[in-house]
């Protein structure tokens, strides 16, 4: 929270993304404050979330409750069942805690505008 916190205050100083990205690997940005929400797409961003928050027990030939979450279509499909915004949303997926609410509703936003890849 607070290295997310001084990379946007370097951001507004002026400082090139560049110089953040080049840190240690982060959780992706929540894609709201400042930040295009406008097109959000699996590759550009679902993907990230996924890879950061969810495939460390949802890939592979044995993913926790039967659910895969590392490609395209697996997401796609658990989000066109609902369960996955829902246990986003409720809190209980990550089990580590619950995503913030601007990943959410980038998340969210996803599913609304049709799962753009
Ligand atoms: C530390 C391991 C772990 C991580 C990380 C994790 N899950 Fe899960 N997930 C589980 C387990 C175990 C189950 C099956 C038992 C349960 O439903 O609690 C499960 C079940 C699910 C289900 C099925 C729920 C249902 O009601 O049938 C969905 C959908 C899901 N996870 C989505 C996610 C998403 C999305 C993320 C990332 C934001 C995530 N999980 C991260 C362990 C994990």
Redesign the pocket.
């Known amino acids: 929270m607070l290295r997310a916190a001084t990379c946007l205050q370097l951001l507004m100083m002026g400082t090139s993304l560049l110089s953040c990205k080049r840190e240690k690997p982060q959780p992706p940005h929540s894609a709201c404050p400042g930040l295009d929400t406008t097109t959000i797409t699996y590759n550009g961003y679902v993907a990230q979330?996924?890879r950061w928050?969810?495939i460390?027990?949802?890939s592979g030939t044995n993913p926790?409750?039967g659910?895969r979450?590392d490609s395209y279509q697996e997401v796609r499909r658990?989000a066109e069942q609902g369960?996955?915004y829902r246990?986003?949303q409720n809190g209980?997926?990550?089990?580590?805690g619950k995503?913030d609410d601007c990943t959410l509703a980038s998340l969210k936003k996803w599913i609304d505008t049709g799962y753009p890849q």
């Not at 209980?92 to 580590?96: C, K």
């Open positions: 979330v996924m928050h969810c460390s027990c949802h926790s409750g659910v979450l658990s369960d996955w246990v986003m209980s997926m990550p089990p580590s995503l």
